[in-house]
C-alpha cells in the first residue's frame, strides 16, 4: 500500500416514496448525473415489476474532501 492515501469523502442521501410495490419485485434503475474530480451526483429510479411504476426516488452525492 506504499503511496496510497486513504481519502475522506462524504455522502448525502435523499429518499422519496411515491407508492408501494404490490406483491412484486422492484427494479433499480442507477444512474450517474455528474461525476467530477471531487464531487459526483448520482439518482436511483425504484420501479415495480410488473406494471414499470415508479416507487420511489433517491438521489445522492459525494464528495472526495
Request: no cysteine.
Given at each position: 500500500m506504499a503511496g496510497?492515501?486513504?481519502a475522506p469523502y462524504y455522502s448525502?442521501?435523499?429518499?422519496?416514496f411515491s407508492s408501494y410495490a404490490r406483491r412484486a419485485s422492484v427494479l433499480a434503475d442507477a444512474r450517474v448525473v455528474r461525476l467530477g474530480r471531487t464531487m459526483s451526483f448520482g439518482r436511483v429510479t425504484l420501479s415495480s415489476a410488473t406494471d414499470n411504476k415508479p416507487v420511489a426516488m433517491v438521489s445522492s452525492a459525494v464528495a472526495m474532501l
Amino acid at each position: 500500500m506504499a503511496g496510497l492515501v486513504p481519502a475522506p469523502y462524504y455522502s448525502a442521501s435523499s429518499l422519496a416514496f411515491s407508492s408501494y410495490a404490490r406483491r412484486a419485485s422492484v427494479l433499480a434503475d442507477a444512474r450517474v448525473v455528474r461525476l467530477g474530480r471531487t464531487m459526483s451526483f448520482g439518482r436511483v429510479t425504484l420501479s415495480s415489476a410488473t406494471d414499470n411504476k415508479p416507487v420511489a426516488m433517491v438521489s445522492s452525492a459525494v464528495a472526495m474532501l
